[in-house]
C-alpha cells in the first residue's frame, strides 16, 4: 500500500483532457512537501514530468501541468497524443524527510 | 550531458548480498544527492534510501530493516548500493536517480539494473 495513493488507470480518447490524482494527508504533502511527477514509458527509466508542484523540465510540452491543494495533487494531461501513454507516479516527502511514492498510474490513450 | 551509469544484471541467491554501482559523470559529484529506488517485476516505485556525496550522510527507507549501506567514491564519481540478506521480494530493478539540488526532484536516472534473487 502506497502512502499516496493514485488511482490505478485513467484514459482518454486522443486530443482529450485526463486528470491523475495523487492523494496523501497531512502527514506528506499537507505538511507543504512539494509534489514531482514522473513519467514512465512502457519498458522505459522513469523520467521527471513536472516538479516543484507546477514546474516543467525544459523539454516537457506545455500539455502537462501539475498542481497542487491541501493534502493532494494532480496531473493534467491535455490535447492527449498516443505517445502519452505511460505510467505516471508522483512523489513528495513524509514527516521524516523520507522519500514517498505514489502507486502509480496507468494512462491509456483509446 | 548528465550521465548516470550503472553496473550490470546481477543473479543471486537467497541469503546473499548484491553490490550495484552508479558511475555519474558531466556534473559535480559531490554537489547532488544520489538516490536509490528499485522497482519489482508489475510493481510501482519504491525508494530505499540517499546519500550526500559531500559529506557522506545516509538516510534510507525503515522497510529495508537496515539491509542496505549506501557508500561514494568521489574519485570516481560513483555512489554504491548494498543490499544484504537477500530474499525473493528482493527481485527487481533498482535505479540510482540525481537529485536536483533546487527542488529536491529526481532529475537524472541511471539505467537500471536487474537483480534477481533465486532460491
Known amino acids: 500500500q502506497s502512502v499516496l495513493t493514485q488511482p490505478p488507470s485513467v484514459s482518454g480518447a486522443p486530443g482529450q483532457r485526463v486528470t491523475i490524482s495523487c492523494t496523501g494527508s497531512?502527514?506528506?504533502?499537507?505538511?507543504?512537501?512539494?509534489v514531482h511527477w514522473y513519467q514512465q514509458l512502457p519498458g522505459m527509466v522513469p523520467t521527471l514530468l513536472v516538479y516543484?508542484?507546477?514546474n516543467r523540465p525544459s523539454g516537457v510540452p506545455d500539455r502537462f501541468s501539475g498542481s497542487k491543494s491541501g493534502t493532494s495533487a494532480s496531473l493534467v494531461i491535455t490535447g492527449l497524443q498516443a505517445e502519452d501513454e505511460a505510467i505516471y507516479y508522483c512523489?513528495?516527502?513524509?514527516?521524516?524527510?523520507?522519500?514517498?511514492f505514489g502507486g502509480g498510474t496507468t494512462l491509456t490513450v483509446l | 550531458q548528465f550521465q548516470l551509469v550503472q553496473s550490470g544484471a546481477e543473479v543471486k541467491k537467497s541469503g546473499a548480498s548484491v553490490q550495484v554501482s552508479c558511475r555519474t559523470s558531466?556534473?559535480?559529484?559531490?554537489?547532488?544527492?544520489i538516490n536509490w529506488v528499485r522497482q519489482a517485476p508489475g510493481q510501482g516505485l519504491e525508494w530505499m534510501g540517499w546519500?550526500?556525496?559531500?559529506?557522506?550522510?545516509?538516510a534510507s527507507s525503515q522497510t529495508l530493516q537496515g539491509r542496505v549501506t549506501l557508500t561514494t567514491d568521489a574519485s570516481t564519481s560513483t555512489a554504491y548500493l548494498e543490499l544484504r540478506n537477500l530474499g525473493s521480494d528482493d527481485t527487481a530493478v533498482y535505479y540510482c536517480?540525481?537529485?536536483?539540488?533546487?527542488?529536491?526532484?529526481?532529475?537524472?536516472w541511471g539505467q537500471g539494473t536487474l537483480v534477481t534473487v533465486s532460491s
Open positions: 512523489q513528495s516527502y513524509d514527516s521524516t524527510l523520507n522519500v514517498v
Open positions: 516543484g508542484n507546477t
Open positions: 497531512s502527514s506528506n504533502i499537507g505538511t507543504g512537501y512539494d
Open positions: 536517480a540525481r537529485e536536483s539540488s533546487h527542488s529536491g526532484s529526481f532529475d537524472f
Open positions: 558531466g556534473y559535480t559529484f559531490t554537489s547532488h544527492n
Open positions: 546519500i550526500s556525496p559531500s559529506d557522506g550522510f545516509t
